[in-house]
């Protein structure tokens, strides 16, 4: 792979980062939110939607800074590994969320969140092999 063709797996990353954050405003009515929060406290309520807010525009400023510098990110800087580490690292621990906390035989009887299961698999898996890709080829090329 050329640093170039790196420079468009991040592009992308960014895009299907952004598609994840605009994803996150649905999970109040996908997941049943207001029905789930009249069972908890005010407190907890608050500070659950308060971690997913913060979440989602996480997962905005990181696809729109994605998307904007991908070519800096795609070069051989120590800057840019650190920053491509981090994220691949971040979506490592994403994936392996995925598979282990929210393992699809409980919800095969949901087909919905089935299909969600696995394209957040899909993505996970993707996010980190784009954010990881320029880092390990400028290890192997070392």
């Known amino acids: 792979m050329t640093f170039g063709s790196f420079e468009f797996a991040l592009q992308a990353a960014g895009i299907v980062t952004v598609l994840i954050g605009i994803g996150h405003t649905a999970f109040h009515r996908i997941f049943g939110w207001k029905r789930a929060f009249a ?3 005010v407190h907890n309520a608050k500070v659950f939607t308060t971690i997913h807010i913060g979440s989602t525009i996480f997962l ?10 991908s070519a800096l990110l795609s070069q051989s800087t120590e800057p840019a590994s650190v920053l491509c ?3 691949s690292l971040f979506w490592s621990w994403r994936l392996l969320w995925q598979l282990t906390y929210f393992k699809p035989s409980p919800i095969k009887q949901d087909t919905r969140f089935l299909v969600m299961h696995y394209a957040f698999t899909l993505s996970f898996a993707f996010l980190v092999a784009a954010y990881g890709a320029p880092v390990a080829a400028r290890l192997w090329s070392a």
């Open 39 to 41: 069972s908890i406290s």
């Open 60 to 69: 905005y400023l990181v696809g729109a800074l994605t998307l904007r510098y």
């Open 85 to 87: 580490v981090s994220l």
